[in-house]
């Protein structure tokens, strides 16, 4: 087969914040399946605050100088496997490439619903709409009126986070994020009754004023301050929600939250983290909650969209740099035009640097 593929390696361990000369594009000829596999066109690329933990040398972690993993959208372009046919839409975990030799056991074939487009299988319908819901239903166990808080409420999980709870019956909605703008776009636009800039003080007073009375639950994408300040907020019987680490990604030697450990014990508050690697069972139930608000308008993916496979590093340290809104999507030149009747909530021209905050 002729042509070239492009992958993404990683080049060096960062110390502290990563940058692009981390990481390398290397060309190759355009790779053959073996009997039994397919080879898929990739035209979708996820970039997660996880790739920053696996770029450390950590058991599991990327291996330096070669093709990085990811989550992926693609179309078999060729097949030498009776299980999937040339044409075929399908999600798979080889994404950091523009193309991929994958095996059936290794892809996902895509259910298609009517007015959903193909990028919420990496947002609402994805890997962070799936870690939005388990959080919510498994977790937190979240009952109706209870009243939550979400630190990077912005980011990808913590937009899908509030509008999930909405449709869940939560009662009041806070969160924090990385500028007054993304504040004000939370409450316009996601159902957030209530947004605070972390920059602007210390955040367990600032999340005293949008709770005054307290929070019954809290999502945790970041750790730090915003974790010493849920656990002061929490009402009795509370949960923690503990998704990601943000603050500590780039800074291992930041100093640890300090807060008031009795209040674990005194309010019975119960934290617990989660992989949603070991919630793939919960998926069927995440479509059957989640698509017929789609399909109603009354719920809406939240997503950055960087068009070119070229801008995916950038995006990545962008993302990193919370230079996105919703979940941040690399979408193929060839993949550019908009779906008829489908709205993509943000896209980013490649020619233009994300607005940071």
Known sequence: MNGTALTVHQTARPHGFPTAAHFAFVESPLPEPAVGSVLVQNLYWSVDPYHREMMDDVPGGFVLDAPLEGRAIGRVVASRTPRLAAGEMVFHRQGWRTHAVVTPEEVRRLPRFDGVPLTAYLSTLGGTGLTAYVGLTRIARLREGEDLFVSAAAGGVGTATGRFAGLLGAGRLVGCAGSAAKAAHLVREVGYDAVFDYHEGPAADLLGKVAPD??????????????????????????????????????????????????????????????????????????????????????????????GFEHIVDSFLGMLRGENTGKIIVRDHTEALPLSGVRTPETRNPSTRMPSG
């Open 214 to 307: 307290g929070i019954d639950v809290f999502v945790d994408n970041v750790g730090g301050e915003q974790l010493a300040a849920a656990v002061g907020a929490l009402r009795e019987f509370g949960r923690i929600v503990r998704v990601g680490t943000i603050s500590q990604y780039n800074t291992p030697d930041a100093t640890l939250p300090r807060f008031d450990y009795a209040d674990i014990v005194e309010k019975s508050i119960r934290m617990e983290g989660f992989l949603v690697s070991n919630y793939l069972d919960v998926q069927e139930e995440l479509y059957e909650f989640a698509v017929p608000h789609l399909q109603s308008g009354r719920l809406t993916p939240d997503e950055t969209v960087v068009d």
